[in-house]
């Protein structure tokens, strides 16, 4: 039995309450209406554009970034991504032809599928709006009225770039260009789905809007394409959610995230994955944050078999300001390769980093950063704190910070600290007739106080529980 | 109250290894519900080994005898078990967790030690802030994290405050006392006299006689080299004051108790 209880949550775990991380583990019978065929070659580019019905200009960015993908070879600096063959997984798999602003329209195995994610119920209690993406594209989206009226756009980016196609392309693959990364290439190719979001002039929207992605098989890949606009002096919290089944062989998810924080403006992207133990995760995130306006991100990293993720923010404008927040969980046989990138380009910003992260069962965790402070960049300041906790003493963690401090007059601290739960602090523990696994979850929970926080109330319940759920799995003491 | 409680701690034969080497020797030692023993020794004598081993830190290995409360043999059972049968350990240095908050450690202990018992989270929260008062403890340590970032005393005092809260049926304060100024010791010293009141039987291990002037205990016991070489009231905190425990060692005790 474990009690946590803050300000903002009372909740009580029963000792009895089984934890289900299959909660996700499920498979959704349904037959496409349509898909590609296997690998990725110039025709199912050709023919994904087609399908979609898209206007010329997509058409060719998505064959040159196709080139590129093809002229860059894997990364090897991080984990082993060997097992990827491009030619045996299925890039686009369209599972119905309606796009629904409504869950009555949408087919019933698919809203089954997102009724048990809890996806209706967390819009009817706390958003502002829901996308929902199954396999390929976005099934479902709905913005409220009263921010409809305001001028919010939120809908799958399939249906934005038929409605909206100047501003799609005035800003669609210029935060990160194709050539960003060979997965930024993948994704620009083969990419469907994801959302965009439009926050006009001045509106702050006040409840957080949320993009749910369900991947359903194997040896297929999720190329989402997300792109928020926060005009001047808006705000808005953006909550992405992702979940999968599991398989023997690996799915890849490869997405792009480009947000554009105009002066003045707030935006806050809230991710938490929890993809089944075969997801090979791979997504780009980035943003363009101007004159005073400032970007947020906040990543929990529960599941994935490999994951390479840096959200990044480029600090254009004078006071624009980041803050980045990771807590990623390394449990079994996984690879959490996160971190964060920041650029300082105009003076006065300031950043802040803090990374957490939790391995045990042979599991790898390693912090990546880059924080760049440009010359000319006076007066900017900036912290990095990364913290590991090691539960056993079969896993790993590694911190590869890269610092580039080139202005005189900026302020940078770095710290940086690998922890192991001792003894000592499971003795004192039970020594209150509290159980050896449950003194392991207090612990953990305890090292990841200051960032749960941040993470919104469902979210942090299931980082709560599957806490629970692996501590339980480990082995006594010594 | 005193009359309602009769629990019974019985250390039989109990001998302690700590890695290779042995510690405690066939120590003997009955406490029961309401009385306050004091344990005195010099450094090294197995005071502290003698608390681990009671509670059943895995790390103090019992050779031989047995720990029996109110005739149930618990000598197998492990920490938490131990706790759940009303074993409790002030420790001498706790150990901070960074973090864990106060009120989450404090609740999920209570409610592991005392399953059956309905409690809102408002009233345990006013009763540990009752006895946060009580401990001249400002009211926000319900949310600073276990241990971490107190000072020695405040350490003590948030000891000596579990032993209230979580109405054990044995208390072991190991070396309490121990970097606590006049002021504080008197609070605690109320406590453990509050805590005798409620029924609790308590073992008090300390080097100085200073808090046993507070809480006048009922029977003091000598250790030396692992073995209670003498048990008596009173009189032998003086004796140990006066003559120092080279008295003992010279196996003067021995002599003149026989």
Known sequence: MIIIEGVRQVQKLDENFEIRKDKYDFRTNIKPVYQVGQGLTRAVVEEISRVKKEPEWMKNIRLRALEIFNSKPLPTWGPD????NFDEITYYIKPEERKSTSWDEVPKEIKETFDKLGVP????KYLAGTVAQFESEGVYSKIKKQWEEKGVIFMDMDSALQRYPDIIREHFGRVVPASDNKFAALNTAVWSGGSFLYIPRGVHVDLPVQAYFRMNGELEGQFERTLIIAEEGASVHYIEGCTAPTYSRYALHAAVVEVYAKKNSKVRY??????????INLPTKRAWVEENARMEWVQGSL??????TYPSSILRGEYASTSNLNVALAMGEVWKDNGAKVVH????TSSKVVAKSISGRGGMSVYRGLLRINQGAYNSKSSVQCDALIVDDVSKSNTYPHNEILEDTAAFSHEASVGKISEEQIN??????????DARSLIVLGFLDDVLKEIPLEYSIEFNKLIRLEMSKMGAVG | MESQLSNVLNIENLSVDVGERNILKSLNLTIKSGEIHALMGPNGAGKSTLAQAIIGNPKYKITSGRILVNGKDITDLQLYERAREGLFLAFQEPVAVQGLKYINFLRTAYMSLHPNEKLEYKKFIEQVQELLGLFRLDKSFVERSLNDGLSGGEKKRMEALQMLLFKPKFVILDEIDSGLDVDALKIVAEAVKKAKENGTGILIITHYKRILDYVSPDFIHVLVDGTIVESGKAEIAKKIEEFGYDYYRRGEASAKVG
């Open chain 1, 270 to 279: 809230t991710s938490i994955q929890n993809w089944s133990d075969n997801v």
């Open chain 1, 121 to 124: 119920e967390m819009e009817r």
């Open chain 1, 303 to 308: 599941g994935s078999k490999i994951t390479m």
């Open chain 1, 428 to 437: 004192y523990l039970m020594s209150r007739g509290i159980r050896e696994e």
């Open chain 1, 81 to 84: 991504l060997s097992e990827l």
């Open chain 1, 345 to 348: 380009a105009a003076p006065n």
